[in-house]
């Protein structure tokens, strides 16, 4: 038999769905959150698609100048130039907001262990039908889900520049081991939005065995699972839904 027939994806086609930032923008528009929080804000492009109070967490911002406007057009505006880890020892975002958390967008040090940590410190200030959205965890690619970001050259010339880190294993850890979660994954391009909702403020599944779960993700291989079984396991969706307003607030306001 050819042993070809049993070898994994390291590789697909680019996602079809719309850009990230373009379904980001779509889903501000259906959910209108009351307070919105991100990790990862760099020259503000996703930071700019909020209208509602919000907190901003990066150690390096740069902005956009052309952006400043957008950015600032919000009725406050908190932004935290540290690590998510320093921010959340020593901030409340619901005294700063003045509110749980409605949306999230997870997209600051692109390493497994951290996005979990994100996810959980996050999740902590949210309201059940909140929802947080994870970026990256749709790697087309196997050397871009590197954890270095050392893979230009390596990958097919367009796709340079695409680091997605390793945080599929996140991903992919929420999907085996929070079952109580709504989690749906989207193709938007290049590498993917994960939405999650249906969250547990008081949940410690995941805080009582952080080392285990650590260990656990950091076993798992793309080469092993192949791209496609992650996706097939995380169940992609076209993210052309995302841009239907009524499915979205019927799918994601219960
Ligand atoms: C991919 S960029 C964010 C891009 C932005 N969200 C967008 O879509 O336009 C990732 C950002 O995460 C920030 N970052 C790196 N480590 C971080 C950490 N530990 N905590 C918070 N942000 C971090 C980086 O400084 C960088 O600006």
Redo the contacts with the bound molecule.
Sequence with gaps: MNPAVFQKSTCVPDLEGAHY?TCLEALHRSLHPSAYL??????G??LALARCPSIA????FDFFQPLVAQIIAKPCLFLFRM???DFFAEQDPVSLLGSGIDLA?L???HHCE?LLRDFMHVERYCKENSVIVLHDCLPVEEAIAERERTFDGRVLPHRNGWWTGDVWRTALLLKRYRPDLSIAAFDAAPSGLVLITGLAPQSRILADHYAAHVERMSSWHLRDLGIDGLFEELGVEPAASLSDTEQMRARFLR
Aim: glycine residues 10%.
């Design positions: 930032q991100e990790i990862g804000t760099l020259n492009e996703t967490i990066d150690p390096q690590t998510s880890d967008f997209d600051g040090l951290v």
